[in-house]
């Protein structure tokens, strides 16, 4: 062979991967299996809450218009600025990966009408966000979080039922956070703060000092210099004035009504005049659900949310009031109460074993005829030995296990074994349905 048809080779044959030929793109993580039982107590217990609160689930999709989040979450803030994953689609058209689920909730509110029913509307969301960020302690780049919002409720009542649903939420997940609450004031009052802000971060002493991101957001938008996690900033934000010296008075009555309500309820909270939260939107109440990090110099958050009664009428919609809040799940999860999942989850009532193709056949129809019957039944239909099917019942806590083999099959009946007292009885295979219902309701 040649040097020339060498190269050629070359040039055809792909070469040999050094590395993994597959791996997770930076910032993105797997739910593997095990994970799963936490994922669905946090998901269970939410929703169930929210539906005796009378919140009612919604979705929507993964991709929006570009325009939706300029629109909403500031074309100054990072999300827009650095966070969003954007493309053009074959259209033409500016998409983005949604990397929040406010302003999509509101489009939908406004889209399909909502403003039509009843109000306040309530709702309850749950997906997948996108942020090109950097990856943090429980949050990647895809992310998953919980909403509640309220439409249609201008009074202070609707935030304190957000933030009593939070703590119950947190106390039904054994998760001992604080929740911190400030208020950002209004288009009225708030213009003269900010004035005062930007004189403060514009002496000298103190301009010198602000990381280069605080520099351009001391021009674009100086709210988000008390939000900035670089040391230096937040040594200069403690003393920096504060915004709720400069409510005006409807205001400050709102603020305080929210307080007195979270008082008599007995909800322990922080009046925290650094939070902001992150997105251009808010107006009046805010909150943040934080909890200590070993790991980080601040608080984690796991959550927050606020007011924002003049987003759905910027986006095009009627003037409606409204306010939510969101929770990060990988964050709950970092503090999850173990114990919660475990008691919470469901013991099978029976188990079905069997020994052989004729008695797996068999096993498989009455796992429907049990299943149609309203119990909860588990199997192991893959596995040939006795004792490893058993010692999964074991492992289930199951209480009744019912074995079925060549013998069984041919006199047309069933082994029920307790499997608390190792006792073993021989059913009727015709019956067997009837007789563990009747068991099984003494012991509930």
Not at 24 to 44: N, S, T
Not at 73 to 91: N, P
Request: aromatic share 8%.
């Amino acid at each position: 062979m040649t040097k020339k048809h060498d190269k050629l080779v070359d040039l055809v044959t792909p070469s040999r991967p050094t590395g993994p030929i597959a791996h997770r793109v930076k910032g993105m993580k797997d739910i593997q299996p095990g994970a799963y039982p936490a994922w669905e107590f946090l998901l269970q217990s939410a929703g169930r809450l929210a539906r005796l609160r009378g919140f009612e689930r919604i979705d929507t999709p993964v991709l929006e218009s570009y325009s939706l989040y300029e629109r909403s979450s500031g074309r100054t803030s990072d999300i827009v600025t650095k966070e969003m994953y954007s493309f053009l689609d074959k259209s033409g058209e500016r998409l983005a990966l949604r990397p929040e689920a406010t302003p999509g909730i509101v489009r939908a509110y406004i889209e399909h009408g909502w403003f039509n029913l009843p109000q306040p509307v309530k709702t309850l969301w749950y997906g997948p966000l996108f942020r090109r960020d950097k990856p943090q302690l429980g949050r990647y780049r895809q992310h998953y979080q919980l909403n509640f919002d309220i439409f249609g409720e201008p009074g202070p009542l609707a935030e304190v039922e957000l933030i009593f649903l939070i703590h119950e939420l947190l106390n039904d997940w054994g998760i001992e956070a604080q929740i911190d609450i400030n208020s950002l004031g209004c288009v009225d009052c708030r213009p003269n703060y900010i004035n005062e802000l930007v004189k403060y971060y514009k002496e000298k002493k103190h301009r010198e000092q602000l990381c280069p991101d605080c520099r351009k957001r001391l021009i674009k938008n100086p709210l988000r210099l008390l939000d900035c996690k670089e040391p230096a900033c937040e040594a200069l934000a403690q003393g920096a004035p504060q915004l709720i010296d400069f409510l005006c008075e409807p205001c400050k009555q709102h603020l305080v009504k929210v307080l007195e309500f979270l008082d008599n309820l007995g909800i322990q909270y922080n009046l925290n005049s650094q939070l902001v939260r992150g997105l251009d939107y808010y107006n009046r109440t805010v909150f943040e659900v934080v909890m200590p990090s070993e790991s980080a110099q601040r608080p984690l958050a796991l959550g927050g949310g606020g007011r924002y009664d003049q987003l759905i009428e910027s986006l095009g919609g009627r003037p409606t009031p409204a306010c939510g809040f969101a929770l990060g799940m990988e964050r709950l999860l970092l503090y999850l109460d173990p114990n919660k999942v475990e008691v919470s989850q469901t013991r099978p009532d029976v188990f079905l074993a069997q020994l052989g193709d004729g008695p797996r056949l068999k096993s498989l129809q009455l796992f429907e005829e049990l299943r149609q019957a309203g119990l909860t039944v588990h199997q192991a239909f893959t596995k040939n030995s006795l004792k490893s099917q058993l010692a999964l019942a074991n492992q289930l806590k199951v209480k009744y296990a019912l074995i079925i083999g060549q013998k069984e099959l041919l006199d047309g009946t069933i082994l029920l074994r307790d499997m608390e007292s190792g006792s073993q009885e021989v059913l009727d295979l015709k019956r067997v349905k009837s007789i563990m219902l009747k068991r099984l309701a003494k012991t509930k």
